[in-house]
């Protein structure tokens, strides 16, 4: 990947603001999909293989390249090279109680990192897993800052059972003054904070003159106003204006959904959409309108309970008799719609993501660092596998 991250940048902006009309729109919104030249493709094509495109991401670019054909340039411009970092090996007692593939993440993204000369500050720990691997591999000191305070007691109580160079500090690190954390002679990093979470990380490193920054960036909407503020001057020239809708769209790759939750998040849109028909019914409005969030168990139970709580949520008073069975039927027809319509917004995901990454780039560079962007583990692992490594000058 060229090294020259302005030009990348610039590049990657102009071809995301031209095809702006595929990828910044709710899928919700549309009764049908909303580009004549893709129609006769998106109407023929099976729930099968728009469920294999959606899981390969450079086919689904190519084929929609026949009509959209930014696309063709899409997959050079979000391309990054792979480290392949030695993981290191862990004693059984290290690695216990970290799960599944978390394991390999953090031994990929620890060999990726190579310290073991300057003090490292670990933003949002959690309980520390990734400080205590540092503190094995044999980092002098590791200050690890976590918000929720039961967290840092078991990563302290942990880090003493397993004599490892450990100092955990309870913070909020949104609301509290979290300067004195920064140190110059210090390798600040950061996996996987969320938003405004190292947004924050990264101001508060560059202006400390930490010697080195490592991140890799997640839930770039989190804890962020509605609309997305750019972090770097050359971002603040784009002519996109993110939204949350938008940065969700760039965290929507997963690597694999476990088949039950998939089953459930289907038919959580299929009653979403079969509610939303009936209350355009009652109230003659013709907009789509969201509902909140709720626990997923309502969606085992019966359509019409979803349908009275929804209807509470939204002060709308449903008449007594109402024909669920066809509402259904009729939002049947339009999720096949609303799935069409996410998987060319899907073509752009990680286009999104990598906008996003070179403006925290640009902005460190910008801050007197030499950056690199590299993948730190395969997908497979964690679709989030960008790591921003950064050298004070």
């Not at 939204?243 to 965290?251: E, R, V, Y």
């Not at 002060?315 to 799935?339: F, H, M, V, W």
């Not at 752009?348 to 993501?353: N, S, T, Y």
């Amino acid at each position: 990947m060229t090294s020259n991250f302005v030009s990348h940048f610039q590049a990657l902006d102009q071809l995301l603001y031209e095809t702006r009309q595929y990828w910044q729109l709710l899928a919700f919104d549309h009764l049908s999909t909303p580009w004549p030249e893709l129609d006769d493709y998106l109407s023929q094509l099976s729930d099968l293989n728009l469920s294999a495109l959606d899981m390969d991401q450079s086919a689904l670019q190519r084929t929609l390249a026949n009509y959209i054909p930014q696309l063709s340039e899409i997959a050079k411009l979000v391309e990054v090279d792979e480290l392949k970092p030695q993981r290191p090996v862990l004693p059984f007692w290290l690695s216990n109680g970290i799960k599944g593939r978390k394991v390999n993440q953090l031994q990929d993204f620890v060999g990726a990192l190579d310290e073991h000369h300057l003090p490292v500050l670990e933003w949002c720990a959690g309980k520390g897993h990734l400080g205590r691997l540092m503190a094995f591999t044999g980092v002098p000191h590791v200050d690890s800052v976590e918000l929720q305070a039961h967290l840092c007691a078991q990563g302290a109580k942990n880090a003493q059972q397993q004599d490892l160079a450990m100092t955990f500090h309870c913070a909020d690190v949104l609301q509290d003054p979290v300067a004195h954390y920064f140190k110059p002679k210090q390798h600040a990093v950061a996996l996987h904070a969320c938003g405004k979470l190292h947004q924050n990380f990264m101001s508060e490193a560059s202006k400390a003159g930490c010697e080195k920054i490592s991140l890799s960036p997640c839930c770039y909407h989190l804890f962020t106003p509605t609309q997305y503020e750019p972090m770097s001057d050359v971002a603040k020239q784009s002519l996109i204006t993110l939204t949350h809708n938008d940065m969700k769209l760039a965290l929507q790759e997963t690597v694999t959904a476990p088949s039950r939750v998939a089953k459930v998040r289907k038919k959580e849109v299929l009653w979403r959409l079969a509610f939303d028909a009936l209350r355009r019914d009652v109230t003659g409005s013709d907009e789509y309108v969201s509902v909140p969030s709720v626990n997923k168990a309502i969606f085992s139970g019966e359509f019409d309970e979803f349908c009275q709580w929804a209807a509470q949520q939204k002060g709308i008073n449903l008449p007594k008799q109402i024909d669920y069975a066809t509402y259904l039927d009729s939002a049947g027809q339009r999720q096949q719609i609303t799935e069409r319509i996410e998987l060319v917004r899907h073509a752009f995901r990680r286009a999104i993501e990598m906008w996003l990454v070179l403006d925290r780039v640009l902005y460190l560079q910008t801050a007197g660092y030499d950056v690199t962007l590299k993948q730190f583990c395969e997908k497979s692992l964690t679709p989030r596998n960008l790591l921003i490594q950064a050298v004070k000058h």
